[in-house]
Every structure is written in structure tokens, then in C-alpha cells.
């Protein structure tokens, strides 16, 4: 049903595409529903006011709904066997842990520095101050957050081991927390209980479900960081979105394919997602914005036998011929303009 729905869309594309190129001077298309005009003087079945609005054109891109891009989580340089691994699902906070090794857990902290050295007493720099600022966040205090690992930061590191079950050493070694730049979600087990620690142990995301589309780079100029778009769900239902990355690198196509560029799109209630994961979407973007413009339905344009279009003004029980440029299209109307056309006047359309 989806890939109908797209082929539908698609074709509905394709036919105000024709009607555009008509307008330049080629064999225009049939158009009014299928209906032929009607004859000079005779009235058409049904009509329609011409309308001053702001029409808004859009394109419908593919999208794939999900946590993103996931990353492998590997022992490093912890020595021992693997005892214990969260399923995939699972959600992981500061402080938490994701697997055990020789059933000691591996704590979650927050940062962009791996461990990559014991930190004791003495220790100076930046990996210092993230360790203290996540000693802080976790209720362990009395030290100056700084780049210096005194004794007070020794002190709070044994009181955090403690609540762990860990030996009290004070010190944290490469391999014995877990470092990401904020709460992640496991995606996949790499490991078992029983294996050796230093291999690969799981992939994990961050826990807020985003948008990802490889956007054709002919429409990347209507990709912009902070524009707003709609997200349509699987089952129908619509959410908004923010995008809040474009690719600087375009991705050459194989084939056919076209050349992409990665869009992320953020949105904004995670709660209308349900449980969709890795699920298709569409993403309805703002190709651009027509205002102050007069409108009909696109069913009211009739095809002039010399190319070009017109529309049947009925006024006082006559008919008329008014010759039309056609401007955009948008949700079944089209933007109109030409000599003789005003606000509030009624044109044929089919019944």
C-alpha cells in the first residue's frame, strides 16, 4: 500500500509537471476531469469562486524513522570474560551499566574523551574534568571540578565505587566506565556471556528517534537547517520535524541512483512515533511559498486549441472565455493569473 500510495503521488507530480510544460508552448494535456469545455454560451455543471491565497508548493521525499547511526561498543583494554550484557532496547543513563566483565559493571559516563589512561592522584587534564563533572551529576561531591585529580577527587571516586561493588582503588583505569556523549540505547548484542571482553560487545544509539533521508542533491536547496517539515507515519498520521543536519558531502549514486545528500530531520513528539523503528516514512518539504496569489481548482483549466490555457468566468448567467498563465500547483489548485480576473469571481469546473 505504501509503495501505491508513492506511485500515485509520483504520477500526480508528473501530470502538474505536464501542465506546466503546456503552458510554455507544448502540446497542452486534457484537462477539467475529463470533461470536455463547455459549448460557447452554454453554462458548465458546476463552478467555483477564484480565491486570493497563499498557495504553498511541497515535495515528498523518502525517509527512513530510527535512532540513527549506531556505534560499536568494545572492551578496549579490559582484561576478563564477559558475564553479563543488556538486550537490545535497552535505555542506559549516567551512572547505569551496559555489560559486566568478570561480573564487575562497566558504568555509563557522559563525555567525548575515552579513558585511554589510569586517572589517579596527580593526574592533570581534560579527562580529569569530565570524570569530576560526572562524579558531580551522580551525587559525589566535596572536590573542585577542575583539571587536577587531588585527593578530594580520589575520595569521591572510592564513594562511587562503593555504591558500584567495585574495589575501593580511587583511581579509574582504560576499559572500566564507558564513555558517550549522553544517555544511549543498545541496538544490538555483539557478544554472549562467556566471551572475552576485549572484542566487540554491543552497538548502541542515542535514545531519540530521528529521521534520515538521502536527498537527491537536485532538491537540496530546499534543505535548510532549522526549516520546519511533516512527517508522515506509516499508518497515515502526520507529526512536524525541524531538520537539523544537511551532508556537506554528496554520495554518488550507483546506477540509476541519484546523487544524495544526508538530511536529519529532529521531531518534536516522540510520542506520536508509537513504536516505529527503522520504519519508512515520507517527509513533506516546503519547495516554496506563493502569497497574494489567485487560485482555482486545477479541474477549471481549460486547454486553448493554439496552447495555452483559459478559464470559464459565468457571470449573470453567461459564459466567457478568459485566457490564464498558470503559476503553481498546490493540493488540487493552481495559481492564475491574466487580464480580466478578479477576487470572488466564478468559474466552471466539472461536477
Same mark, same amino acid.
Request: include cysteine.
Given at each position: ?74 572492551? =578496549?583494554?579490559?582484561?576478563? $570474560? &564477559?558475564?553479563?550484557?543488556?538486550? +537490545?532496547? /535497552?535505555?542506559? %543513563?549516567?551512572? !547505569? #551499566? ?40 551522580? =551525587?559525589?561531591?566535596?572536590? $573542585? &571540578?577542575?583539571?587536577?585529580?587531588? +585527593?578530594? /577527587?580520589?575520595? %569521591?571516586?572510592? !564513594? #562511587? ?45 542515542? $535514545? ?144
Amino acid at each position: 500500500m505504501k509503495r501505491a500510495r508513492r506511485r500515485a503521488r509520483t504520477t500526480a507530480l508528473a501530470a502538474a509537471g505536464a501542465v506546466a510544460a503546456a503552458g510554455a508552448g507544448r502540446a497542452p494535456p486534457r484537462l477539467g476531469g475529463g470533461q470536455a469545455p463547455a459549448a460557447r454560451g452554454a453554462l458548465p455543471p458546476a463552478t467555483a469562486p477564484v480565491e486570493r491565497t497563499t498557495l504553498v508548493e511541497t515535495r515528498t521525499v523518502d525517509g527512513t524513522l530510527g535512532y540513527g547511526t549506531a556505534r560499536t561498543v568494545t572492551g =578496549g583494554n579490559a582484561r576478563g $570474560t &564477559v558475564t553479563w550484557l543488556a538486550r +537490545a532496547g /535497552t535505555e542506559i %543513563a549516567r551512572g !547505569r #551499566w551496559a555489560y559486566k566483565i568478570d561480573n564487575r559493571p562497566v558504568p555509563l559516563l557522559y563525555g567525548s574523551l575515552p579513558v585511554y589512561r589510569t586517572l589517579s592522584a596527580g593526574t592533570e587534564g581534560p579527562d580529569v574534568r569530565q570524570l569530576e563533572r560526572n562524579l558531580g551529576a551522580l =551525587g559525589h561531591t566535596g572536590f $573542585t &571540578v577542575d583539571e587536577a585529580y587531588d +585527593a578530594a /577527587t580520589a575520595a %569521591a571516586v572510592r !564513594r #562511587w565505587q562503593e555504591d558500584l561493588g567495585l574495589p575501593e582503588t580511587g583511581t579509574v583505569a582504560p576499559g572500566s566506565v564507558l564513555i558517550a556523549p549522553g544517555e544511549i540505547r543498545v541496538a544490538e548484542r555483539k557478544a554472549a556471556v562467556g566471551d572475552r571482553a576485549g572484542g566487540a560487545l554491543l552497538t548502541c544509539t542515542g $535514545t531519540t528517534r530521528k529521521v534520515s533521508v538521502d536527498l537527491d542533491v537536485e532538491y537540496q536547496r530546499l534543505a535548510e537547517e532549522g526549516a520546519a517539515v511533516t512527517v508522515e507515519l506509516p499508518d497515515g498520521t502526520t507529526t512536524k520535524g525541524t531538520i537539523t543536519g544537511v551532508g556537506r558531502v554528496a554520495k554518488e549514486g550507483r546506477g540509476d541512483e541519484p546523487t544524495t545528500v544526508a538530511v536529519t530531520v529532529a521531531v518534536r513528539g516522540q510520542r506520536a512515533l508509537g513504536t516505529y523503528d527503522k520504519a519508512p516514512v515520507e517527509v513533506h518539504l516546503t519547495a516554496g511559498r506563493h502569497a497574494d496569489v489567485l487560485a482555482v481548482p486545477v479541474g477549471a483549466l481549460m486547454a486553448r486549441p493554439g496552447g495555452g490555457y483559459a478559464v470559464q468566468a459565468v457571470e449573470d448567467g453567461r459564459v466567457r472565455t478568459v485566457p490564464v498563465e498558470t503559476g503553481v500547483f498546490s493540493e488540487g489548485r493552481v495559481e492564475i493569473s491574466g487580464t480580466g480576473l478578479a477576487e470572488g469571481m466564478k468559474v466552471g469546473v466539472p461536477s
